[in-house]
């Protein structure tokens, strides 16, 4: 049976250059010199990456933060992998850290919610929750394609890839 993966998944590569080039612009630039503004990148499991984000102040943070967006966007990689709604936290002295999740798979519902609006749009299609991707199957490739674009559509707010296209 035709069938196609939805998939949340960054590009790694491009997102740890991306990280790169913005902790080198801190570097030279001249309102960050003297301060311990930076961005790591790390690894908390198999697939679970965060960002932080360093600064001495509000204001640097924010700047931090504008700078790795502009870098992220120059690399091609959709900000939307971001959830930067974690509030700042306060380190020894003035240093703000600020944690920054990188999704990756997706979640419970959010496949719920594709799940849902492939039943709601009356194609041939269904879907299935296989860890953290959805697996959706149908008789033709061209309700499998409506389907893609229905996704594409309706899901605004998450930066979904369709892989594994078998005909």
């Given at each position: 049976m035709p069938s196609f993966d939805v998939v949340l998944e960054?590009?790694?590569v491009e997102l740890r250059n991306a990280v790169e080039q913005a902790n080198k612009e801190i570097g030279t630039r001249f309102d960050f010199k003297g301060s311990s503004a930076?961005?790591?990148l790390t690894q908390q499991g198999a697939s679970q990456r965060e960002l932080a984000l360093l600064a001495d102040s509000d204001f640097q943070l924010q700047q931090v933060r504008d700078l790795l967006l502009a870098r992220l966007a120059k690399r091609g990689v959709d900000v939307r992998y971001l959830d930067l709604t974690a509030k700042p936290q306060k380190l020894g002295g003035d240093r703000?850290?600020?944690?920054?999740?990188?999704?990756?798979?997706?979640?419970?519902?959010?496949?719920r919610r594709?799940?849902?609006?492939?039943?709601?749009?009356?194609?041939?299609?269904?879907?299935?929750?296989q860890g953290d991707i959805v697996r959706v199957t149908g008789a033709k490739r061209d309700d499998l394609q409506a389907a893609i674009a229905l996704l594409r559509r309706?899901?605004?707010?998450l930066p979904l890839a369709f892989t594994n296209f078998r005909a």
């Open positions: 960054p590009d790694l930076q961005v790591e703000l850290r600020q944690p920054v999740a990188v999704k990756s798979g997706v979640d419970a519902e959010t496949a594709v799940q849902q609006l492939l039943k709601a749009s009356k194609l041939k299609v269904q879907g299935a929750v309706e899901v605004h707010d």
